[in-house]
C-alpha cells in the first residue's frame, strides 16, 4: 500500500497511561482498522521538559503536545498488517 493510500484519522480523543510500558496510548483508525499508537515516556519528556512525573504530568504533556504527536503516528503508519506502532 502507498502512503497516499493510506486514510489515517483520530476521531476519538482518548488516551490512557500504561504504567508497566511507560508509555501513553492513544488509538487511529485507517477505515475499520483500529491502529494502537504508544508514546515513550522519553519522547514526552524531549517534546516538554519541564513535564515533571507520574501519570497526570505525562497525560498532560500529551495533551499539550496533541497535533504533533498524531503527525508523527501519520508519518510512522505505513498500512498494511502491522496494528500496533510505538513513538520513541
Known amino acids: 500500500m502507498r502512503k497516499s493510500d493510506v486514510a489515517l ?4 480523543p482518548s488516551r490512557s497511561y500504561d504504567p508497566a510500558r511507560h508509555c501513553v496510548c492513544f488509538w ?3 477505515n ?3 491502529i494502537s499508537f504508544l ?3 522519553a ?4 517534546l516538554n ?9 505525562l497525560l498532560a504533556a500529551f495533551d499539550r503536545h496533541r497535533d504533533r504527536i498524531l503527525g508523527l503516528a ?7 498488517p502491522q496494528n500496533r ?4
Open 9 to 12: 484519522n483520530f476521531p476519538n
Open 28 to 30: 487511529g483508525y485507517d
Open 32 to 34: 475499520s482498522r483500529e
Open 39 to 41: 508514546v515513550e515516556d
Open 43 to 46: 519522547m514526552l519528556a524531549k
Open 49 to 57: 521538559p519541564d513535564i515533571g512525573t507520574g501519570e497526570p504530568a
Open 74 to 80: 501519520k508519518t510512522l503508519y505505513t498500512g498494511g
Open 85 to 88: 506502532y510505538t513513538i520513541s
